[in-house]
């Protein structure tokens, strides 16, 4: 009898620390933990890759959670363990350059993926001592330059609660939720309650989807009650309209203009309140200043020719291979098809509606910037030059330049013309050129 109570007992123990193990996703046994000098020993090796496992926002520099933390280990690379359920993990390792040669070593609060890939055939390690611990000792941390330009849902939800928020000046706020339609659809459907709708419409024009006249543009923002002192966070279902009209009101002269990463989706999927409906922000009398502000921020037609003759500067194209190459204009409304001579490939995504080269593994974050730096770095972008980015008609380029800005670069600008008007403006139709590259991004004007 005692027997069985002992053998039920110690049954009982090993049900309790199962259960105690799952539900505070503690390591397996299987799986070495490392400590902080292990760790830093390994990175001397060229074949460990870092990977951590905190959000995007985190990682490019957000304290989220007040540990006075502000980034990631040097040299780590970014894959949020909330991504799993949505990306395959072997996908997003391919498109990092990590391979089943490197030794793994996981940080962050969530380190589960870990015996996922042990499963798989990969060397992986975990530092559960993590950032914390690193900073302590003040080794070296990496974050976005400029990551407060690049603000997660939690700091905004905060910020129209009326909660003290780092990174805010207390300003006048307004949270633009920017798309294309007249009518804003989509904004009635639901929305970030007490944001406000642009339609791209108000500040570009066909036929060439340039900007509207700077005057148009400071009456436009006026009606939105937007002045030069304003903080602008804007949003959309679409990072690219967002950052169209973000880019737009920089170049006008907003001192403080912000994309909430991850956008329309990532509020949504923390669960935070929505609103229905549509109202109309209380106009200002004056935007402050005179417009454009900024006006190097966007570049026009001659300038872009400049940017093509002089060995400072460089024309980057922010398209899909198919429309660079000359397979196709990628847009119904445009005939023409290839790229401008002289000018680089910069990647962009699958089509003219898609930039998955410049997002997350998941949805519509920015990508970790060091992916992007590697990106540019293989095709021999070189961002000591002055770069204006260029797409069709302006949408992705603005998106790719507003991660630009965000990582620190400040001689950046969006050729504002685009292909569109490259293509079909007599004095240029002419410098274009078709087929693949001999030498990628080696051409000349």
């Known amino acids: 009898m005692k027997k069985i109570l002992l053998i039920f007992s110690v049954i009982l123990f090993v049900i309790g620390c199962s259960s105690k193990s799952e539900n505070r996703g503690e390591i397996s046994k299987k799986i070495e933990v490392l400590s902080t000098r ?71 609060e969530d380190t589960s993926m870990a015996e996922i890939l042990s499963d798989k055939g990969y060397d992986v390690y975990v530092y559960e001592a993590g950032v914390k611990e690193w900073n302590k000792k003040k080794y ?10 690049l603000v997660p849902v939690s700091w905004v939800k905060r910020l129209i609660e009326g909660e003290e928020v780092p990174e805010y000046d207390g300003r006048p706020v307004k949270v633009i939720n920017a798309g294309w339609g007249e009518k804003g659809k989509f904004h009635k459907s ?30 436009e923002l006026e009606k939105l009650g937007i002045t030069k002192e304003t903080l ?21 002269g907003v001192e403080d203009v912000r994309l909430i990463n991850g956008g329309w989706k990532a509020w949504q999927e923390a669960g935070y309140p929505t609103e229905v409906g549509i109202e109309y922000s209380q106009p200002v009398d004056d935007f402050g200043m005179k417009v454009p502000g900024n006006p190097d921020i966007i ?72 992916e992007i730096l590697k990106m540019w770095d293989d095709l021999q972008i070189d961002t000591d030059k002055n770069i204006a980015f260029y797409c069709g008609t302006g949408w992705r380029a603005s998106e790719v330049l507003f991660y630009a800005y965000a990582m620190g670069f400040d001689k950046v600008s969006l050729y504002d013309g685009g292909w569109k008007e490259w293509s079909e403006n007599p004095e240029t139709e002419d410098k274009i050129l078709k087929g693949e590259p001999e030498n990628l991004n080696e051409e000349k004007y």
């Not at 060995?311 to 291979?321: E, M, N």
């Open 140 to 149: 070296p941390i990496e974050k976005l330059p400029r990551y407060e330009s």
């Open 38 to 108: 292990k760790v830093k020993k390994s990175l001397k090796d060229g074949d460990t890759v870092l990977i951590d496992t905190r959000s995007y926002d985190e990682y490019n520099g957000w304290d989220i959670k007040e540990m006075g933390i502000q980034g990631h280990i040097s040299g780590a690379y970014n894959l949020p363990a909330s991504s799993l359920k949505h990306e395959d993990i072997e996908a997003s390792f391919e498109r990092k350059g990590i391979t089943k040669n490197n030794k793994i070593i996981l940080y962050g």
């Open 299 to 370: 570049i026009d037609l001659p300038e872009a020719e400049k940017y093509l003759k002089s060995k400072k500067s460089d024309l980057v194209s922010i398209r899909s291979w198919k429309e660079y190459i000359g397979k196709t204009s990628g847009y119904d409304y445009i005939k023409p098809r290839g790229r401008i001579r002289g000018d680089k490939w910069g990647m962009g995504g699958s089509d003219p509606w898609h930039l998955e080269d410049y997002r997350a593994d998941y949805g519509t974050y920015m990508r970790p910037y060091n």
């Open 190 to 219: 639901g929305h970030i309650p007490g944001s406000y709708y642009v339609h791209t419409g108000w500040f570009e024009e066909g036929p060439l989807w340039n900007r509207v006249s700077d005057k148009e543009i400071k009456t």
């Open 232 to 252: 602008v966070i804007v949003y959309g279902d679409d990072p690219m309209p967002a950052a169209r009209f973000a880019i737009i009101c920089r170049y006008a």
